[in-house]
């Protein structure tokens, strides 16, 4: 495998754990001091289902790699309404939203695009960039 085919391969899986990092950041929100150190833990691990889901689709896009990115780009972009409608009533800053999504959507997106782009690369459809 040529290092540039290494590098399609490799990205998309490290990129999709970065972004799921990030997103399992959000969960740190269920400590708080007046709850007992059970509730807190109990919270924080609802918090981290998105994550579980994520963790659960990334083990489908590394097996199969268009799948996973058809798959990853429709959550980037299927949540993106939902996201700005949210961020948007609590801020009511368009710009401020807007990049809020870009930060939490556009990972997942990329991440599909390059899950994609790996798998016609691995199997020789697409030209050498």
């Known amino acids: 495998m040529k290092t540039s085919t290494k590098v399609i391969h490799w990205l998309p899986r490290v990129l999709c754990i970065i972004a799921i990092l990030f997103i399992s950041m959000f969960a740190i929100d269920a400590f708080d001091s007046k709850y007992t150190i059970w509730q807190q833990i109990g919270g924080f691990l609802i918090h981290l289902i998105p994550s579980y889901i994520l963790i659960a689709l990334l083990i489908v896009a590394w097996k199969w790699e268009v799948v996973g990115g058809i798959i990853f ?14 961020n948007y009533h609590m801020n009511h800053s ?5 990049s809020i999504v870009l930060m939490i959507n556009m990972p997942f997106i990329i991440v599909g695009i390059l899950f994609i782009i790996s798998h016609y690369r691995k199997n020789k459809e697409l030209p050498v960039i």
């Not at 368009?94 to 807007?98: E, S």
């Open 73 to 86: 780009m429709l959550i980037g972009l299927g949540f993106t309404p939902f996201i700005f409608t949210h």
């Open 94 to 98: 368009t710009w401020m939203t807007i």
